[in-house]
């Protein structure tokens, strides 16, 4: 497998070579929208999901970007085939705000920049790899609050991870492997790149507020459909995590990876639950089948 590509501003390199100026504001206020996709077996999945919501974050922050939906599926896809890595990929388009113009730096006026625009194909990137998934996560409850939608809308994916960093760094204190942040009003929201699930008398709960609105999340709730699986998203104190019979997490990074540990407590029997095992295995068979998958011949 090959290493990959990048694009910036107009041209293509190697990974090690994009780069952005130390004056960018998406570098020096974190001034940015992103959103990363992956191909798996040579197909993207759920690409226009992923393109559609990158252009509403970047409309969300006021940021422009230059180039339309079709032309950033193509310059993904030129990365992912110039950078061999087609059989499993995790790809990722930004814009940040970029540098000021001359007469913007002097007045320091936010609106005189032109938008940096960013794409790059990596091999694929797991949050937990899928020998972690089999023997189950450990997470738990963030003390660290997350950024509140009244400051950083959720809904709008960006690099405002001061919080999911801080959460992380707590979970490494105890030996976890991740954690799940909450609420100012102390309720569940999301973790460092994913969304949460949890599994109480046969239904998926999902917190609604204050967390990324995910592709994969998405996902589950399409397969929990196709499994008559009820599952709703609801607003839950953490307690309710804690209690539950299964957990896992969800995520481009990664898939549905499940979890058996929260804080103190073992969930079930300490292995992967049933009903996280049926999707985690229909998520994977049906992408391996191609299943909303865009060929990325299809775009060259």
């Excluded at 003390?143 to 960093?165: E, M, Q, S």
Aim: charged residues 25%; proline residues 5%; hydrophobic residues 40%.
């Amino acid at each position: 497998m090959g290493q990959g590509w990048a694009f910036v501003n107009g041209a293509y390199c190697p990974p090690e070579e994009a780069t952005i100026s130390v004056f960018d504001i998406g570098f020096t206020h974190s001034d940015v929208a992103y959103d990363v996709t992956s191909v798996w077996k040579g197909r993207f999945f759920r690409l226009d999901d992923h393109v559609e919501r990158f252009l509403r974050s970047c409309a969300g922050f006021r940021l422009g970007c230059p180039y339309s939906k079709d032309e950033i599926k193509s310059i993904l896809a030129a990365c992912v085939a110039e950078g061999g890595v087609e059989d499993a990929a995790y790809v990722a388009m930004v814009v940040t705000r970029g540098k000021y113009s001359e007469a913007g730096e002097r007045e320091r006026d936010i609106r005189q920049t032109e938008a940096t625009f960013i794409a790059y194909a990596t091999p694929y990137v797991w949050i937990a790899n899928p020998e972690k998934q089999e023997q189950g996560l450990h997470i738990i409850v963030g003390k660290t609050p997350h950024i509140p939608d009244a400051c950083v809308d959720a809904r709008f994916k960006n690099y405002h991870w001061g919080d999911l960093t801080q959460a992380r760094l707590e979970a490494a204190d105890v030996g976890a492997d991740s954690a799940v942040l909450l609420t100012t009003d102390g309720r569940l929201s999301e973790g460092p790149g994913f969304n949460l699930f949890f599994i109480d008398g046969g239904r998926l709960m999902t917190p609604a507020r204050n967390a990324l609105e995910g592709i994969t999340r998405q996902t589950v709730f399409d397969l929990a459909g196709e499994m008559a699986v009820p599952v709703e998203a609801g607003d839950y104190p953490p307690d309710r995590l804690r209690e539950a019979d299964e957990a896992f997490l969800c995520s481009t990074a990664g898939g549905i990876m499940p979890v058996v540990r929260v804080d103190e407590r073992v969930l079930g029997n300490g292995v992967p639950g049933p009903i996280t095992s049926r999707l985690r295995g229909l998520y994977w068979s049906k992408r391996e089948a191609g299943w909303l998958g865009t060929p990325v011949g299809d775009l060259l």
